[in-house]
């Protein structure tokens, strides 16, 4: 059977690489922000001290708490963004099924219908005989002087 909306379907498909694309690319992005942080974490008090303030404690695990927060946060957002992408590619496979589904059911519907609804043969009924006409009123004409 012929597969109808060709072009439907590549855009189903494409929403679905789409979706794995920005997965794929989030999760990589997550990792590479905390290994930033976590590598680069000295980094920032090494600059506080070379502009002459002090750099407490909080400097370096400021670099890696927000590491893993930030972390956490791309990655929740790229499965977000997945699964959303995802959904509208087969949003339109839903309704491209629904349609195939409802054209073929309809078909073979069309294909019992003969057998088990036939109808019965016309019979033919003549008019009723049409009544006859009464006659017009007569009326007896009045004669002069009576």
């Known amino acids: ?3 109808k909306f060709r072009v439907l379907r ?3 498909t494409i ?5 794995w694309i920005v997965l794929i690319v989030g999760v990589i992005g997550a990792f590479g922000t905390l290994l ?26 400021f670099g890696v708490v927000g590491g893993i927060f930030t972390f956490v946060v791309m990655v929740l957002a790229a499965v977000f ?25 309809a078909r073979y519907i069309a294909q019992l219908a003969p057998q088990a609804y036939t109808p019965a043969p016309p019979v033919y009924t003549p008019p009723p005989a049409a009544y006859p006409t009464p006659p017009p009123p007569t009326y007896p004409t009045p004669t002069p002087g009576q």
């Open 81 to 105: 963004y997945f699964l959303v992408l995802y959904a509208i590619g087969e949003l339109i496979y839903l309704f491209l099924d629904v349609e195939e589904n409802t054209r073929l059911t």
């Open 1 to 3: 059977m012929e597969k």
């Open 10 to 12: 590549i855009i189903g």
């Open 36 to 61: 930033t942080s976590i590598l680069g974490g000295g980094f920032m008090s090494q600059m506080m001290r070379q502009y002459g303030q002090q750099g407490g404690p909080w400097a370096t695990r």
């Open 15 to 19: 929403w679905k690489i789409l979706a």
